[in-house]
């Protein structure tokens, strides 16, 4: 498929919709105190770039590139629409805030994911694409429910 990917404002509904969906699987998924998804205010903050993917005019996954330090990001609120889930929508945003993140110099990224089995077609895609688990950076903390994964640039 071909994607087309934008920034994006938040200010669509539908984005809004899969962003909720989003937090209310983190919820479903893990403790309450281990959810790290951020929600649309968040995401609007100066130091996040969010970005829709689209099949056309349908939204077929999103996903934030957040600045740590001039150098280093992480991964934010990576989401395929469920019609887009195992289409490659999910890919496509990681390759776009990888390479966003090489255009902006950083030479790390990380990300937070769970580690029960939902979140194993994510940590595999991660993998793919060269992320490896990591110690715990910023305010996570490495345990049954969190798994950080960096990848040097």
């Known amino acids: 498929m071909t994607y ?6 938040l200010d669509d509904a539908e984005v809004l919709a899969l962003l909720q969906l989003h937090l209310d ?7 309450a105190c281990k959810v790290h998804a951020l929600p649309a205010e968040r995401l609007r903050a100066p130091d996040v770039t969010f970005f829709t993917v ?12 957040k600045e740590l330090a001039p150098d280093r990001g992480e991964l934010k609120s990576m989401r395929a629409a469920p019609g887009y889930r195992g289409k490659g ?19 790390w990224l990380g990300l937070e994911t769970g580690r029960p089995a ?3 077609p994510a940590a595999r895609l991660y993998t793919k694409h060269g992320f490896i688990e990591c ?8 345990d049954e429910f969190s798994l950080c994964m960096e990848k040097w640039l």
């Open 4 to 9: 087309t990917i934008a920034q994006d404002s």
């Open 25 to 31: 699987e983190m919820h479903r998924w893990s403790p």
């Open 54 to 65: 689209r099949d056309g005019s349908a939204l077929a996954a999103v996903g934030a590139l």
């Open 89 to 107: 929508a999910g890919e496509a945003v990681l390759l776009h805030l990888m390479a966003e993140a090489r255009a902006r110099g950083y030479c």
């Open 118 to 120: 939902p979140f194993l």
């Open 135 to 142: 110690p715990a950076f910023g305010d996570y903390v490495s």
